[in-house]
T-cell receptor
Framework: AQKITQTQPGMFVQEKEAVTLDCTYDTSDQSYGLFWYKQPSSGEMIFLIYQGSYDEQNATEGRYSLNFQKARKSANLVISASQLGDSAMYFCAMREGWSGGSNYKLTFGKGTLLTVNP | DVKVTQSSRYLVKRTGEKVFLECVQDMDHENMFWYRQDPGLGLRLIYFSYDVKMKEKGDIPEGYSVSREKKERFSLILESASTNQTSMYLC?????????????FGPGTRLTVL
């Protein structure tokens, strides 16, 4: 079974509107972390936001917020007030465990290509 | 700011050649990682290292080896390049702290094997 599932290969949104990118995960660990990265056409991966499994509040970073629903094992990324520069590939990733050795690995989803239309 | 650099943005090699991809980080990070990225498959972990001279296989280590002689440098080696190793290769590093431990990525190397 896939550990990270991103069901939307592509999404379109109008400039200035909000958009939600879906991510579901599968783990039996109690301690884990969820990450979102953005990859513009230039290719570099840019870290956006992090949510820890024990965090009680949903993470927010500027226009990015994470809708974390632990019981449903989902960690959707919400981008508010979309801008043309938000057009990029977005990846959800998970780290299982808390510290040490293999626990630093990330497992990535296959990504969602977001296109922001003017 | 964390800086992760990779030796080449684009590389073209012939089948059977030995290929070295170099990655350097300047933030004294403990962990370093090599991924390959293919369309529709996302990023897949090849190898990682959580200490100098320590390495661990990722999900797709076949056909690759790595070397980490110094903390700041992590090399990916294709002993005998094959056409199915044509891909984008991404290097990353992380501090090695518990909890968040964000990975920071280099710009990537697009390798073509002819």
């Amino acid at each position: 079974a896939q550990k990270i599932t991103q069901t939307q290969p592509g999404m379109f949104v109008q400039e200035k509107e909000a958009v939600t990118l879906d991510c579901t995960y599968d783990t039996s660990d109690q301690s884990y972390g969820l990450f979102w990265y953005k990859q513009p056409s230039s290719g570099e991966m840019i870290f956006l936001i992090y949510q820890g499994s024990y965090d009680e509040q949903n993470a927010t970073e500027g226009r990015y917020s994470l809708n974390f629903q632990k019981a449903r094992k989902s960690a959707n990324l919400v981008i508010s007030a979309s801008q043309l520069g938000d057009s990029a590939m977005y990846f959800c990733a998970m780290r299982e465990g808390w510290s040490g050795g293999s626990n630093y690995k990330l497992t990535f989803g296959k990504g969602t290509l977001l296109t922001v239309n003017p | 700011d964390v800086k992760v650099t990779q030796s080449s943005r684009y590389l073209v090699k012939r089948t059977g050649e030995k290929v070295f991809l170099e990655c350097v980080q300047d933030m004294d990070h403990e962990n370093m990682f090599w991924y390959r990225q293919d369309p529709g498959l996302g990023l897949r972990l090849i190898y990682f290292s959580y200490d100098v001279k320590m390495k661990e296989k990722g999900d797709i280590p076949e056909g690759y080896s790595v070397s980490r002689e110094k903390k700041e440098r992590f090399s990916l080696i294709l002993e005998s390049a094959s056409t199915n190793q044509t891909s984008m290769y991404l290097c990353a590093s992380s501090l090695g702290a518990s909890g968040t431990d964000t990975q920071y990525f280099g710009p990537g190397t697009r390798l073509t094997v002819l």
